[in-house]
């Protein structure tokens, strides 16, 4: 229902509707409000979008909290001029959702980190790379990070390097492969002349026939945080 409400909504002329969704005080109307805003509003309001949408994250219910980390990644997709106290606020809001139950909050949370760039953020997501326990938590890790900007350090490459090693051998079907491969390449594509030589050796077991074996996975130390 609230997604069929939200797509009325989006239908009709943004200015039918904007003072609407600015006088809700809370809850899930307002950040089905904000939702539907940031994906129909011009550039330029967008930087009140993630003002207002910060302003009511106090709540942490999986619902709530995925509405406003939505609305924050659609805002940072497409292009929005933060000033200090917006960045700061979505760095202070990832931090307190970072030890949220849900598993749905925490595919936001890579997301976020990554395109916000937290302070962090890249060791951040190669410890829950290291930490994931399924495939497809790997491959969103690993989506999020070939997209990190940098700084990279030569260990953070040579850890996603080992993990594209690896998984030459997970199973998944032709699509699969083609994801990984695709994933592999553009993180390829960003590396400079001296980092290429730096990690000539990870690159060439990339490029060795898939029936090589891959160094084994290393258990890294558990840290609580």
Sequence with gaps: MRFR???????????????RVRAESGGLARGEGLLARVRMAPAEERPEIVREALDGASDT?????????????????????LGPDET????????????????????????????????????????RLDRATSQEEEIHCVHALVR????????????????FARARGYRGGHLLSQIVAR??????????????????????????????????RQARPFVKH
């Design 183 to 216: 994933m592999q390449a553009d993180l390829l594509a960003t590396l400079v002349e001296g980092e290429r030589s730096d990690l000539a050796a990870e690159i060439a077991l990339l490029e060795s026939p898939a029936g090589e074996a891959a160094p084994p």
């Design 5 to 19: 409400s939200r797509v009325a909504l989006e239908r009709q002329p943004l200015a039918t509707w904007r003072e």
């Design 148 to 163: 990190f900007p940098g700084p990279w350090t030569p260990d953070a490459h040579r850890r996603l390097l080992a993990w």
């Design 61 to 81: 219910g999986e619902t709530e909290s995925l509405l406003v980390l939505r609305v924050l990644a659609i805002a940072l997709a497409r292009g929005v001029t």
């Design 88 to 127: 700061a606020g979505i760095h202070a809001l990832l931090a307190r959702l970072d030890g949220h139950p849900s598993a749905l909050v925490q595919r936001e949370l890579v997301e976020l980190l990554v395109a916000s760039a937290a302070p962090g953020a890249l060791d951040a997501v190669l410890a």
